[in-house]
């Protein structure tokens, strides 16, 4: 059927193709005829008013990193369009997939330096996998289904649609189609790829999977238990990867690299054989390449041929959809031989009981009780700094994306937003945010949405007064000379949540840990806890930068 529409309304009609049900924003002036057609549309598609477009860049992430479907950001030209592009590098970095929407002014004045105009095509072309400037409404309709078909392709990432203010009022037929979904052949592995990679495995006496976030984007995590157990191999998971093993597994050795345990970097030391899933070695998991995996072959399995030999030297690599790769190599593998290894590593694994006892307030308290309180099901989003390595760390993850964190960009002020999205695509769920005090300062206007759709998210802020993790690095490798790192803010952050309109709580000692939490977590509306901790606790352990991954600083004062 055909149907004569402005663009603005063909534009919402092919999200809805998709089967997008929530959009995020702020309105301006060059997507008036976008957020007029929204109104009409507010039965079909929820638009969700953000404080700022990085947040609402950041919100749309949070979604897809929550539910694996598509996120979706709307912006208007000039400054609008630009302070999405931190929220659309973090996407890029983490392999997200999103599709930002973009206002501009007229096509007659693209180039004049007109009022709110920027090259935001241009702007973005590095942080995007493909971006579009659409001039003439009747390319519109299939450039958005080509932006979503390239965002959920391959190696997920955002893509970026910029609609002049012209193309959304003009008016042309729309011709409905539905959503096309992928080939069941789209990313199979090649294979001869597979018979050299059984090869490897079949081979190998001490086998070690390093596991990343591409385990989670391809659904595969099931196949990554079944290939660790039939392999007899442990497993490490980068900071992306975290969920995409189940937490407590006796094959898990923890995350590897900079922050990494004290098992895995053994196991790493020692194996003859890496097996790389769906990770792309960046520098806080290679730290020194000339001493990573010594022993080893590695074999790198992986979607994005451009990721292979990129960071470091591979023996083998079979590309391909990772979840089709482990079937098949599930199907070859001889088991048995192993478990000798096994032993071996998880001598390595450090006993602790649980951090209980001392005076002083610690992340890891406050960590494990929210675990315990939330049975460990919450969905965990985090800002940048060490409050991010202490989650990673102390909660223990058995599902993938229940962890939502900045690992490639490392961007401060990416929780809260994240946080919103998460709760809004899980409403069953309880979502917490942890924040640094320096990362929360970047972001708090989003209290504000979260008040106003009455989510009841749990904001923990690790209130230290510092920027603590560049505060640790000064310390080790500065002089100590804490330059600008003390905040010296004056805030108090109970009168703050009040002027928001949400709940406040502190916690001061280890004894209120339980009871505050408790009440927060029960409370059915959004609240901040502030946890005022002290300015010279550190993330450990640490491999300090450009030192091998064995050698690490387990303590320091």
Aim: charged share 20%; with cysteine; aromatic share 6%.
């Amino acid at each position: 059927m055909k149907v004569k529409m402005t663009g603005a309304e063909i534009l919402l009609n092919c999200l809805l193709e998709q089967e997008v049900d929530t959009v995020f924003g702020f309105p301006g002036g060059s997507v008036l005829y976008i957020y007029d057609a929204l109104y009409q549309y507010s039965d079909r598609l929820r638009h969700i008013l953000m404080c700022h477009e990085q947040a609402a860049a950041h919100a749309a992430d949070g979604y897809a990193r929550s539910t694996g479907k598509t996120g979706v950001v709307i912006a208007t030209s000039g400054p609008g369009a630009t302070n999405l592009v931190t929220g659309i590098a973090t996407a890029y970095m983490d392999s997200v997939p999103i599709v930002a929407i973009t206002g501009n002014v007229a096509v007659g004045l693209i180039g004049r330096d007109s009022f709110q105009e920027v090259d935001i095509t241009g702007i973005t072309q590095p942080v995007t996998k493909h971006n579009f400037l659409v001039r003439w409404v009747e390319e519109l309709a299939d450039t958005v289904r080509r932006a979503f078909a390239i965002a959920q392709s391959g190696r997920p990432g955002p893509v970026l649609i910029d609609i002049p203010k012209d193309v959304s009022a003009a008016m042309c037929e729309y011709h409905p189609q539905p959503r096309a979904l992928p080939s069941p052949q789209e990313g199979a592995p090649c294979a001869e790829e597979i018979d050299r990679a059984l090869g490897m495995l079949n081979e190998s006496r001490r086998p070690f999977i390093f596991s990343g976030g591409g385990t989670v984007s391809s659904v595969a995590s099931q196949e990554l238990y079944d290939f660790s157990k039939k392999l007899g191999a442990p497993v490490a998971l980068s900071l992306m990867g975290i969920g995409a093993y189940p937490a407590g597994d006796a094959n898990l050795t923890g995350m590897l690299g900079m922050h990494g345990t004290r098992a895995s970097a053994y196991a790493l030391s020692q194996c003859d054989l890496l097996i790389a899933a769906g990770t792309r070695f960046s520098d806080r998991v290679l730290c020194d390449p000339k001493h990573f995996a010594p022993h080893a072959k590695i074999l790198h399995l992986d979607i994005d041929p451009a990721e292979i030999n990129k960071n470091i030297r591979v023996t083998a690599a079979v590309m391909g959809d990772l979840r089709q790769t482990l079937r098949r190599l599930i199907g070859g593998i001889t088991p048995g031989g192993r478990a000798e290894w096994l032993e071996d590593v998880a001598r390595r694994k450090p006993r602790q009981a649980a951090a209980r006892g001392r005076a002083e307030l610690m992340p890891r308290q406050i960590l494990e009780t929210l675990h315990a309180l939330t049975c460990g099901k919450a969905i965990i989003t985090t800002e940048v700094g060490q409050h991010q390595m202490w989650a990673a760390q102390y909660y223990p993850f058995s599902q993938p994306r229940r962890f939502l964190t900045s690992g490639g960009l490392g961007t401060m002020g990416y929780g809260l937003g994240a946080a919103i999205r998460a709760q809004l695509a899980n409403p069953g769920r309880r979502v917490v945010n942890i924040a640094g005090d320096g990362s929360f300062y970047m972001n708090m206007a989003e209290l504000a949405t979260a008040a106003s759709y009455n989510l009841p998210i749990v904001e923990i802020v690790m209130n230290n007064g510092v920027l603590g993790m560049v505060r640790q690095w000064q310390k080790l490798f500065h002089g100590r000379r804490f330059s600008f790192t003390t905040l010296g803010r004056h805030t108090d952050f109970m009168t703050l949540a009040s002027a928001f309109g949400i709940g406040g709580f502190v916690i001061e000692t280890p004894r209120q840990i339980g009871p505050v939490l408790s009440k927060a977590l029960a409370l059915g509306r959004p609240c901040l806890v502030e946890c005022r901790i002290g300015s010279d606790l550190n993330v450990l352990p640490i491999v300090p930068a450009g030192m091998p991954v064995t050698e690490q600083i387990s303590e320091m004062s």
